[in-house]
């Protein structure tokens, strides 16, 4: 088994800058890879830092805002151009499947692999992805559209004295953007090894992240105090804050250990 790795492919919100793409990473369990969403751009950093598709089954989709799924129709086109021909599990809510299928059938209905769209409901806590090492779990959040986090979770299966199995939880990642401060989703997370946690916003700019429904670094560093989580991880930010280390700072008094995502880095979980 891995020790758990995180990879940040985009960390910025809708509009792009010269440092930030729009949100996709990679999560790394038990020796399978996960993409959680795949905002514009996603394939081609994946190129450039060396990371094989070979290895890619399952891809989660938080919501159907353009800056979370708008690299998809090119990340599934190149895997076509590669004679790809595992298949590909999509986890979204249904409309995503509505609007990729035209372009899956203009763009790539030559491909060789098969695209199976798996529907979730946002609004709901759920298991939606089970295999014997992992599971991934919706984390309802509040957001302008329906819009759900996923929660990771590495399990073991531990012989016990009397010959029979028990299932051990290791590592657990959750990944909450795009959100409104809520509470609600604290007895979810509580006591995750690394929990990132949208910051589009400073305090200057709190009254607009409540209109907008999104979180500022001092509400994200709330919600990783009250869950009692491992590390957490900034993401997500606005366009209009060039200085990304505003964010740090508001945040470290109240969790201190607190990290900013940037391109190409690499986590532990």
């Given amino acids: ?60 989709i938080s919501h159907l805002h353009g800056d979370h799924c708008f690299g998809l129709i090119g990340l599934l086109t190149t895997l076509g151009m590669l004679k790809r021909t595992q298949p590909m599990h999509i986890y979204a809510q249904p409309d995503l499947e509505k609007l990729l299928r035209p372009l899956l059938d203009y763009h790539a209905n030559d491909r060789l692999y098969d695209i199976i769209f798996h529907p979730i409901n946002p609004r709901k806590h759920e298991v939606i992805f089970e295999d014997r090492t992992v599971s991934v779990e919706t984390i309802p959040l509040k957001h302008g559209v329906p819009t759900c986090g996923f929660l990771f979770k590495e399990t073991h299966r531990v012989k016990k004295e009397d010959g029979s199995f028990e299932y051990e939880t290791r590592k657990r990642y959750a990944y909450c953007s795009d959100t409104q401060y809520s509470e609600k989703i604290v007895p979810i997370i509580d006591g995750v090894d690394t929990l990132y946690h949208e910051s589009t916003f400073l305090r200057d700019h709190e009254e607009r992240s409540k209109v907008v429904k999104h979180s500022t670094a001092a509400e994200a560093a709330e919600i990783a105090k009250r869950a009692n989580v491992g590390k957490l991880i900034l993401g997500h930010y606005s366009a209009r804050v060039e200085d990304h280390g505003l964010f740090l700072q508001e945040a470290k008094p109240v969790f201190e250990n607190t990290f900013l995502a940037e391109e190409n880095l690499v986590f532990d979980i």
Avoid: W
């Fill in 1 to 60: 088994m891995t020790n758990g790795k995180l990879t940040i492919l985009g960390c910025g919100s809708a509009k792009p800058t010269k440092t930030t793409s729009p949100s996709a990473q990679l999560v790394e369990l038990s020796d399978k890879t996960f993409l959680v969403d795949c905002g514009e751009g996603a394939v081609l950093t994946m190129q450039k830092l060396g990371i094989h598709t070979s290895r890619l089954y399952n891809i989660f």
